[in-house]
């Protein structure tokens, strides 16, 4: 008897997901895992990232690797999928995910922040779509990427009324890289290959639980919905995205932010 209702299986796909085992990152591998795909988990230096991968494994029982990679370095990146593809695959889809801020006023930082961030947030995000788009020009079958911006590609999140969260190059990286998924979009449609990005909101991670409780109490108070998002509220736009159901979307950035935008 075939399930009622709107569905997602995902028992024929393969997702590589970079930075997912914690946070966000975390969220959709666990998502894209409870649809019935198989997942690739990219770390770069998490000791419990395989343990993670194993203990997803045996909760939905579909296969999950974790792999070490650090996707600032092209060629490793483009190694890393292909053995993936041979593994796990054939690989479906990507979630560009990895990601890093530093906060710090903006007459302090220095080159090395900068090569910092946009190293992952940007060029690791571009050596993952690109190591995945080889995968799929070279087989001619296609695919599905979706890269997790922010919000803050549009806004200078606040701390205060009138008063900026200082993280300039991971605002500026945010905007980069939402318009990166925009310019691969339009080169690899005609590899039907589809690009979109996902961009947060306020969520509730490790990082943000560090942060002063009363910026978060601000932040929260200027949000429509008036809270955090949890990490697993941020997984359904991107399993839309990944799935059949989007196959006519491509080049767009949605925002998954409480109604943060409105204002």
């Not at 650090?70 to 041979?86: G, L, Q």
């Not at 949890?230 to 409480?258: C, K, N, R």
Request: hydrophobic share 40%; net charge neutral.
């Amino acid at each position: 008897m075939s399930p009622k209702g709107f569905v997602f299986d995902f028992s024929d796909k393969c997702i590589i997901v970079t930075g997912g085992n914690r946070g966000i990152g975390y969220a959709f591998s666990r998502a894209m895992a409870q649809a019935g795909a198989r997942v690739a988990i990219i770390y770069r230096s998490s000791k419990d990232a395989p343990e993670i991968a194993e203990k997803l494994s045996k909760e939905f029982d579909v296969k999950i690797k974790a792999y070490q990679c650090n996707v600032s370095d092209a060629e490793k990146t483009t190694e890393t999928f292909s053995t993936i593809d041979k593994e796990l695959g054939p690989v479906t889809g990507l979630i560009a995910n990895a990601g890093v801020s530093v906060v710090k006023p903006a007459l302090e930082l220095n080159s090395e922040d900068f090569q910092q961030v946009f190293n992952v947030n940007v060029l690791g995000v571009f050596n993952s779509a690109q190591a995945a788009a080889k995968l799929w020009v070279h087989s001619k079958r296609g695919g599905s990427i979706v890269i997790t911006s922010s919000m803050s590609s549009q806004i200078i999140n606040q701390v205060a009324p009138n008063k900026a969260l200082t993280q300039v190059f991971y605002n500026s990286s945010k905007g980069a890289v939402s318009n990166l998924a925009k310019g691969l979009a339009a080169e690899w449609a005609q590899y039907n290959i589809r690009v979109n990005t996902v961009s947060p909101g306020y969520v509730n991670t490790d990082q943000t639980a560090h942060m002063d409780k009363k910026i978060r109490e601000h932040q929260a108070s200027n949000l429509p919905l008036g809270r955090f998002a949890e990490p697993h509220e941020m997984a359904g736009q991107a399993i839309l995205l990944l799935s059949d159901h989007g196959s006519y979307m491509t080049g767009a950035e949605y925002f998954v932010d409480g109604g943060q935008l409105v204002w």
